[in-house]
C-alpha cells in the first residue's frame, strides 16, 4: 500500500481534504513510494490560525522555557540521525552518509537557536539627558513562513524554523513536495520536545500553497531557498503584500585555481565539490576555471578521480553517487552534456547514458567533465544541479577574476593557491557572499550567516547567524525618563529636546 504524507497543523496530523496528491518517487527504482497531500487555500489558513492562535502565548512565553525545549529537540535530533537519513535517501535518493552530513549541518542550527539568549540581549544607554536612559530589544514578528527545496529536505527547513521559533515567532513550513517526510519527521521530535501546539506547522503542496502563504496577511515574513526565478517571484510577491522576505536563489560557482595550486588537492576539491550529491547542491563547484598551462594536467587529475566514483542506490554502503530527484530533472541535466560539443565544448567524461544494473528505471545519470567550455554554452551558463563539471581556459589572474564577477549570480566562490597575497586580493575583489581559500565548498558554520551575491539572493537578510535572527525580529527603542521624587513641575517647553 503506498504511504500518505498528510499536513501537521496544530500539533497533530491533518488528513489532506483536498482530494489532490503529488507522487514521490524512489529515484533509485522510479517507483511510486508516497503520496503527499496537496493542501487547499482553506487548508494553508487553518495552519496559519494555527500558528496565530499559539504566537499569542509563545511569542511572550519565557527565554527559558523556549531554550529548554529547543535543548529537548536538539537531544532528539541527536537520537534519530539514521531515522531522518532514511527517509532523505529513500525520497531524494542521496548515499545515507551524505543524507547524515545533512542532518548534522540542521543540528548546527538547532545549537545556535539553543543560545538564542545572547542572540536577543538588548542595548542599555543610561544618562542620554539628565534623566533619561535610552533601550533597544528585538522582538518577534508573529507568524513567519518557510518554502524550502527539495536537495536538502532537512537542512533548509533547519535553517530557518528553529531561530524563528527561538527568536518567539511561530512557523509554517512548506516543504518540497518531491520529499516530504523528512519534514514531518522533524515536526513529530519537536512535538515530542514539548513544543506547545500551533508552533510549528508543515503544509504539502504546490503554488496554490506557496501564493496564499504570500499573500497572507497574518503571514509577517518568508524564507525561501530554491532557484533564481522562483526566488525572484518570491521577493516581488511578498514583498507586495508588505512582508519582510529573504529569498535565496541559484548559482553558478566557480573555483579559480592558479597555477601555483597543489593541483592534486585541487582536483580532489573539484570532485569532491562538483558530484557530490549528485551535484544538487546550490553551494556545488560547477564550473573550474583553470589559469595558465596547468589546464590539461588538472583536466587530467579530475577525470582520473571521477571514473573512479561508484554510483548507486543511496541506502547501498558502498555507493558513493546516487540518482537524481526526479527523472524529468535527470533528462534536463543529461541535455546539457548530450549538446555540450555543438557548443564548442569538449566532452572528457559523458554520463548522460549511465544506469545502474537491477535498477534500470531509477533516475541515474554519471559523472560528466566538459573541458575548454566557451561562456556562451548553456553548460555554463545556466544552474545544472546535476553532476556536471565545466573546466574553462584563462590565460591570467586577472581574466579569471572579470570571468567570475561576470556571471550574473554570486552564490559561493573558490581559490585554490599558495600565494596569501593572491587569496586576499581574491577574497576582496570577487563579487560573490561566500568565499572559500583552499575550501571549496564555503559553507559558513551556523553562527556566520549563508547568503549570496546578485541574482543569489533577493532581500537584505542571509540566512542563519546573526543576520537570522535580525530578519525573525525587528527593533525597538525606548527611551524613559522617572522623575527624581525631589523634581518639582518642569513646566512646558516647546522646543526639541535637548541632550546637550
Not at 502565548?57 to 531515522?83: P, Q, V, Y
Not at 514539548?194 to 497574518?218: I, Q, S, W
Not at 522562483?230 to 508588505?242: D, E, P, Q, V
Not at 575550501?439 to 537570522?468: A, E, M, T
Amino acid at each position: 500500500m503506498t504511504k500518505i504524507v498528510n499536513h501537521w497543523i496544530g500539533g497533530k496530523t491533518v488528513e489532506g481534504a483536498s482530494g489532490t496528491f503529488g507522487p514521490v518517487t524512489d529515484p533509485a527504482t522510479g517507483a511510486v513510494t508516497t503520496n503527499v497531500a496537496f493542501a487547499t487555500v482553506d487548508e494553508v489558513d487553518a495552519a496559519v490560525a494555527a500558528a496565530k492562535d499559539a504566537y499569542a502565548t509563545w511569542g511572550t512565553s519565557s527565554l527559558a522555557k523556549r531554550s529548554a525545549i529547543l535543548f529537548k529537540f536538539r537531544a532528539l535530533l541527536d537520537a534519530n540521525r539514521d531515522a531522518i537519513a532514511e527517509l532523505i535517501t529513500a525520497e531524494h535518493g542521496k548515499v545515507h552518509s551524505d543524507a547524515l552530513g545533512e542532518v548534522a549541518r540542521g543540528l548546527e542550527i538547532v545549537e545556535l537557536a539553543c543560545g538564542i539568549t545572547v542572540q536577543l540581549k538588548g542595548e542599555l544607554s543610561t544618562e542620554v539627558a539628565s534623566r533619561v536612559d535610552v533601550s533597544s530589544i528585538r522582538q518577534p514578528l508573529g507568524v513567519v513562513a518557510g518554502i524550502t527545496p527539495f536537495n536538502f529536505p532537512a537542512m533548509v527547513p533547519m535553517w530557518m524554523f528553529p531561530i524563528a521559533i527561538a527568536c518567539g515567532n511561530t512557523f509554517v513550513l512548506k516543504p518540497s513536495e518531491k520529499d516530504p517526510s523528512a519534514a514531518i519527521k522533524l515536526a513529530e521530535l519537536f512535538a515530542e520536545a514539548g513544543l506547545p501546539d500551533g508552533v510549528f506547522n508543515v503544509v504539502h503542496g504546490d503554488k496554490v500553497a506557496v501564493d496564499r502563504l504570500l499573500e497572507h496577511p497574518d503571514v509577517k515574513a518568508v524564507s525561501f531557498v530554491g532557484s533564481t526565478p522562483i526566488a525572484r517571484y518570491i521577493h516581488t510577491t511578498a514583498s507586495t503584500n508588505g512582508k519582510r522576505v529573504q529569498a535565496l536563489g541559484g548559482a553558478k560557482n566557480h573555483m579559480l585555481v592558479l597555477p601555483d595550486a597543489d593541483l592534486d588537492a585541487a582536483a580532489d576539491a573539484a570532485v569532491s565539490a562538483a558530484y557530490g550529491s549528485a551535484g544538487e547542491r546550490c553551494m556545488a563547484i560547477s564550473a573550474v576555471v583553470a589559469v595558465g598551462a596547468i589546464g590539461d594536467e588538472l583536466v587530467d587529475k579530475i577525470r582520473e578521480r571521477a571514473e573512479k566514483i561508484k554510483i548507486g542506490p543511496g541506502n547501498d554502503p558502498t555507493s558513493e553517487m546516487g540518482p537524481l530527484i526526479t527523472k524529468v530533472h535527470r533528462d534536463k541535466v543529461a541535455s546539457y552534456v548530450t549538446g555540450a560539443a555543438a557548443e564548442g565544448a569538449e566532452v572528457v567524461l559523458d554520463g548522460s547514458g549511465f544506469t545502474v544494473d537491477g535498477f534500470e528505471d531509477g533516475h541515474w545519470i554519471g559523472i560528466s567533465l566538459l573541458d575548454k567550455v566557451p561562456t556562451t554554452a548553456k553548460a555554463y551558463q545556466d544552474e545544472i544541479f546535476g553532476p556536471v563539471l565545466t573546466v574553462l581556459r584563462v590565460d591570467t589572474y586577472e581574466e579569471g577574476l572579470a570571468l567570475i564577477n561576470a556571471s550574473p549570480f554570486g552564490n559561493g566562490t573558490a581559490i585554490f593557491t599558495r600565494d596569501g597575497g593572491a587569496a586576499r586580493r581574491f577574497q576582496l575583489e570577487v563579487e560573490a557572499g561566500m568565499v572559500g581559500v583552499n575550501v571549496p565548498i564555503p559553507v559558513p558554520v551556523g553562527y556566520h550567516s549563508f547568503g549570496g551575491w546578485k541574482d543569489s539572493l533577493f532581500g537584505d537578510h542571509h540566512i542563519y547567524g546573526n543576520d537570522g535572527t535580525h530578519f525573525y525580529t525587528r527593533g525597538k527603542v525606548v527611551t524613559t525618563r522617572w522623575p527624581d521624587p525631589a523634581d518639582g513641575p518642569s513646566g512646558v517647553d516647546l522646543g526639541f529636546p535637548r541632550n546637550h
